[in-house]
C-alpha cells in the first residue's frame, strides 16, 4: 500500500523560510517524479512545484520561482521543498503527490495528507 | 501557458441522478487531461488520467471522455460520497501542470 506522508509546515512571518518534507513508502520511490501543489484557504488547487526521479529536471510555478527549491532528500524516499523570502500569499495547504508518467502522460497518482503553512506577522 | 476552464462552477444534484461536467483547453492537448476529487478537508484523488482512463479503483459510474480541447467528466447515478469539488488538470505542455478552477457538486 503506498503512503505519502507530508510534513514541515507551520507559521512563518513574512519574509521567512520554510522546508517542507515529503516521505514516500510502498513503491520504489526513486523512480517516481514527485510534484507539490497547494490550496490558499477557501481557494482551488495550485500546483507549485515537480522534481524528476532522477532530479535532473525541476518546474517551478511563475508564483515561487526563484524563491522555492525542490530536491530529493538525504533519505532514499524522501524529497524536500525549501520556501525562502515567503509572503502572505504563500499561505495554503501544501500538498506532495507522486507523479506518474512521462511526457504529455502524467498524472498525480498518490497524496499526501496536506501540511499547512501560514504567512502571517 | 494553457489555461483551463470548467463548467459549471456549481451544480446540485440528486442521488441517482447523471452529472456532467465540462473542462475545456485554451489550446489542444489531445488526451492529456486528469481529472481530481477533492472532498473538504481532505486531500485530492485521482479519478481519471488521459482523459478517459479509470483509475484502480474507482467506481465505474465515473468515466471521462474528449479530446483536443473539450473534456467531460460524467457520474452516472450519483451517490452520497460523490458530493465534492471536481477538479480537471492538463499535463500536455508543462510547466505548468494547470488545474482548473473546481466544479462543486452538492444535494439537491
Known amino acids: 500500500q503506498v503512503q505519502v506522508v507530508d510534513s514541515g509546515g507551520g507559521l512563518v512571518k513574512p519574509g521567512g523560510s520554510l522546508r517542507l518534507s515529503c516521505e514516500v513508502s510502498g513503491l520504489f520511490f526513486s523512480h517516481h517524479n514527485i510534484t507539490w501543489v497547494r490550496q490558499a484557504p477557501g481557494k482551488g488547487l495550485e500546483w507549485v512545484a515537480y522534481i524528476s526521479f532522477t532530479g535532473s529536471t525541476t518546474y517551478y510555478a511563475e508564483s515561487v520561482q526563484g524563491r522555492f527549491t525542490v530536491s530529493r532528500g538525504n533519505a532514499k524516499n524522501s524529497m524536500n521543498l525549501q520556501m525562502n523570502t515567503l509572503r502572505v500569499e504563500d499561505t495554503a495547504v501544501y500538498y506532495c503527490a507522486t507523479a506518474t508518467g512521462d511526457g504529455p502522460l502524467r498524472y498525480f497518482e498518490f497524496w499526501g495528507q496536506g501540511t499547512p503553512v501560514t504567512v502571517s506577522s | 501557458d494553457i489555461q483551463l476552464t470548467q463548467s459549471p462552477s456549481s451544480l446540485s444534484a440528486s442521488v441517482g441522478d447523471r452529472v456532467t461536467i465540462t473542462c475545456r483547453a485554451s489550446q489542444s492537448i489531445g488526451t492529456s487531461l486528469n481529472w481530481y476529487q477533492q472532498k473538504a478537508e481532505k486531500a485530492p484523488k485521482l479519478l481519471i488520467y488521459?482523459?478517459?482512463s479509470l483509475q484502480d479503483g474507482v467506481p465505474s459510474r465515473f468515466s471521462g471522455s474528449g479530446s483536443g480541447t473539450e473534456f467531460t467528466l460524467t457520474i452516472n447515478s450519483v451517490q452520497p460520497e460523490d458530493f465534492a469539488t471536481y477538479y480537471c488538470q492538463q499535463s500536455s505542455s508543462v510547466p505548468p501542470f494547470t488545474f482548473g478552477p473546481g466544479t462543486k457538486v452538492d444535494v439537491k
Open positions: 488521459s482523459a478517459s
